[in-house]
């Protein structure tokens, strides 16, 4: 029986995160090149993606360079000739959103359509694999009923997000930053407008919300409905996140590769799309990786909250609830199976909603922890001032360590 390919696509900043992924379980990794992608604090030279290919190919895994700007006149054969480099050292596919590229004569790699063509109904779908793409990148918005309405009326192969940043604008096409700052997100500039502080008013002016971050998704989780988009016809598994570090993608590509594993043990008619076997020196846990709170967004549509008004940033993991402050000493009641040690960061949310952190100087006891630094008075007993710890950082380059 011939058994169809799953694939894990993880992001890849640079060489290190793109050995990263591959040791951690990817089937591929997606990368920008030189320029024309998508991030433009992300780029590679033709070198660095060469050693990646060298490597990747050893299991079969692949790689696929962003040429996912929006592309002006004088640049399009630019980034046509870069397109062939791509393929001399032995690049796998393309990604694109400028359909500019397709019009003219282009290397025989796979094309993948970006994100940002707004794939998200049968006809574009179907519009873009007459056009000769191997591989649509959907929408994040779709449900898995829309997924697989898709899939019954096309045979090109889905690609679809599992984790990561959600972008408030549809398909990522916003164009707020290049409104307010004349920096093109099509152009890989986003200056991340919906990450900052927004006020709500009403027609007369009364405010309904100040200075919350309004515009602020949650990052997306799909762990607990891989089977499920298999059998709507997703094929790619994607990670967003070309702009994080190594421990991110080694934490969150072994989280997918050992879940997708799991699932892929009980569909046998499925099969990994690499060779090899992943070992891992750590136990992988997303919620230790940089994220704002998880949402599974529209998968089944249902409308919950998709948005993280109080924060735009990672606020950590509970590992504590306050019971007493007496000037420098916090006694804490710690969750099961948490520890805080000498150097720990702790954040918490003051009187005013706001997110503050400090660091621990020292522990007295497993209870007691003592900061030098000059602290506000912190309410004990409110959810919103639980202390919560920043550990990511002190777990995964542990793990690092061991692994080297």
Known sequence: MTKTAIELLAPAKNLACAIAAINSGADA??????SFGARVNASNSLEEIKAICDYAHLFKAKVHVTLNTILDDKELELARKLAFDLYDIGVDALIIQDLGLINGPMPPLELHASTQQNNSTPEKVAFLEKLGFDQVVLARELSINEIANIKSQTNVRLEGFIHGALCVGI???CYLSAALTNRSANRGECAQLCRVKQSLYNKDGTPIIKDKYLLSLKDLNQTKNIAEFIKAGVRSFKIE??????NYVRN????????IDNVLAQMPEFTRSSYGETILSFEPDVSKSFNRGFTEYNAHEIKDNYASFDAPGYIGTKVA?????????????????????????????DEHEELNGFRISRMLDNNTAEIFQTLPKIKKGQYSLEIKMLILKKILLKNHQLEN
């Not at 990794?29 to 030189?34: A, F, K, L, R, S």
């Not at 996140?241 to 190594?246: F, I, Q, S, V």
């Open 171 to 173: 398909s990522g096409r």
């Open 252 to 259: 969150v590509t072994a989280w997918y590769r050992q879940h």
């Open 321 to 349: 609830t306050l019971e007493q402050q007496k000037e420098h000493l916090l006694t804490l009641k710690l969750n099961k199976g948490e520890a805080l040690h000498n150097g720990d960061s702790l954040n918490y949310y």
């Open 29 to 34: 990794i997606y990368i920008g090149g030189p």
């Open 241 to 246: 996140g070309r702009l994080k570090d190594e």
